[in-house]
T-cell receptor
């Protein structure tokens, strides 16, 4: 069974379109994340949700809107796609220990988004 | 601010040999975690090894071990008996209590047969 899954794995779309990427984890974790990996392989956190509440919101254009319907799902919706949005987007999850200290994150397989 | 620096963009090692990947970090926190993640061509991010800052003993996982030098803020990864399947991008990362994981820029490791 896949622990963290993302759909779709590949997404090719035109500038100006709106698209969504879905993420689901079956690990029972309470915290989920979205990362962007650019063409130079640099990974940067975008958002984090803990028990459906937004806890990390890095400097990301407001065209990007995460939505967490429950703690097992964190979707990423992108409006008005631009060429610079082309990247690999990774979802991840972790279990926040009671003390608040973060535990290791488990990553999904990534979604390669290509904007033409 | 939390930073992670990997100064080696690429490295090569002969199969069965040992290689060490370097990583330095900076944080103002006293309680933090350090990680090495591996990203093979399949793109999957895989946790290789994890170190709690409060533990003095270096973490080991089979052929993978770390040299954690807290005072120097250094966290290198040693891979022993390198195998072809070890070829990948390796990311050093650190995490404070704020749930962020900050990644270095990665080191691409080539295994020479």
């Amino acid at each position: 069974d896949t622990a963290v899954s993302q759909t779709p794995k590949y997404l090719v779309t035109q500038m100006g379109n709106d698209k969504s990427i879905k993420c689901e984890q079956n690990l029972g974790h309470d915290t989920m994340y979205w990362y962007k990996q650019d063409s130079k392989k640099f990974l940067k956190i975008m958002f984090s949700y803990n028990n459906k509440e937004l806890i990390i919101n890095e400097t990301v254009p407001n065209r990007f809107s995460p939505k967490s319907p429950d703690k097992a799902h964190l979707n990423l919706h992108i409006n008005s796609l631009e060429l610079g949005d082309s990247a690999v987007y990774f979802c991840a999850s972790s279990q926040r220990v009671y003390s608040g200290t973060n535990y290791e994150q488990y990553f999904g397989p990534g979604t390669r988004l290509t904007v033409t | 601010a939390q930073t992670v620096t990997q100064s080696q963009p690429e490295m090569s090692v002969q199969e069965a040999e040992t290689v060490t990947l370097s990583c330095t970090y900076d944080t103002s926190e006293s309680d933090y975690y350090l990680f090495w993640y591996k990203q093979p061509p399949s793109r999957q991010m895989i946790l290789v090894i994890r170190q709690e800052a409060y533990k003095q003993q270096n973490a080991t996982e089979n052929r993978f071990s770390v040299n954690f030098q807290k005072a120097a803020k250094s966290f290198s990864l040693k891979i022993s008996d390198s195998q072809l399947g070890d070829a990948a991008m390796y990311f050093c990362a650190s995490s404070n209590r704020d749930d962020k994981i900050i990644f270095g820029k990665g080191t691409r490791l080539h295994i020479l047969p």
